[in-house]
């Protein structure tokens, strides 16, 4: 398996612009998370889908972010519009649910917003 | 919610050294503790992990050790080489999907 794949890689927006981050998880896995990494915060989560389904979105920090999980192999999220204090890190984590524990993060996509 | 503290934020140690973090945790309901390891433009993976009826776990020249009394729990490295260097954190949940992240521990094995 290819692993948690995530694009793009960089991504580089000036501020006020909708940004789209996209992710696909590991075939079989029922859960699907988003973080965002910062220095300032670590690492937070921002929302996690089981079976495509959003259960816990409370880290979203506002109506400005969105996460869409329209299949069991795709998932997005959003920023519309984009501020300059958005510019982080975001990581795409799966983990299968099924007595396993382990999230499998992807490479993460870095967002700068100018 | 959760809330996990991590220390220290940073550390260097001699090739050969072992080297120890420690983290703390406030919910007594967390049952399940990983560590992560973050490699420079890379996301985290999982290295190890404890559950609660559990209180040490090796693997190799890793292990980890829970004190639920305490609430603290330890990552254990020993004989460190060059390629233990990164960004190591712990997690704590009492809901294995949804993980409670430390603040990191950037580890430096010196040749």
């Known amino acids: 398996d290819a692993g948690v794949i995530q694009s793009p890689r960089h991504e580089v927006t000036e501020m006020g612009q909708e940004v789209t981050l996209r992710c696909k998880p590991i075939s079989g896995h029922d859960y699907l998370f988003w973080y965002r990494q910062t220095m300032m915060r670590g690492l937070e989560l921002l929302i996690y889908?089981?079976?495509?389904?959003?259960?816990?979105d409370s880290g979203m920090p506002e109506d400005r972010f969105s996460a869409k999980m329209p299949n069991a192999s795709f998932s997005t999220l959003k920023i519309q519009p984009s501020e300059p204090r958005d510019s982080a890190v975001y990581f795409c984590?799966?983990?299968?649910?099924?007595?396993?524990?382990?999230?499998?993060f992807g490479p993460g996509t870095r967002l700068t917003v100018t | 919610g959760e809330n996990v503290e991590q220390h220290p934020s940073t550390l260097s140690v001699q090739e050969g050294d072992s080297a120890v973090i420690k983290c703390t945790y406030s919910d007594s309901a967390s049952n399940y503790f990983p560590w992560y390891k973050q490699e420079l433009g890379k996301g985290p993976q999982l290295i190890i992990d404890i559950r609660s009826n559990v209180g040490e776990k090796k693997d190799q020249r890793i292990a980890v050790t829970l004190n639920k009394t305490a609430k603290h729990f330890s990552l254990h490295i020993t004989e460190t080489q060059p390629e233990d260097s990164a960004v190591y954190f712990c997690?704590?949940?009492?809901?294995?999907?949804?993980?409670?992240f430390g603040t990191g521990t950037r580890l430096t094995v010196i040749p």
């Open positions: 997690a704590a949940t009492p809901r294995a999907n949804n993980l409670f």
């Open positions: 984590a799966s983990m299968s649910g099924q007595g396993s524990y382990e999230q499998y």
């Open positions: 889908f089981n079976n495509n389904v959003p259960i816990d």
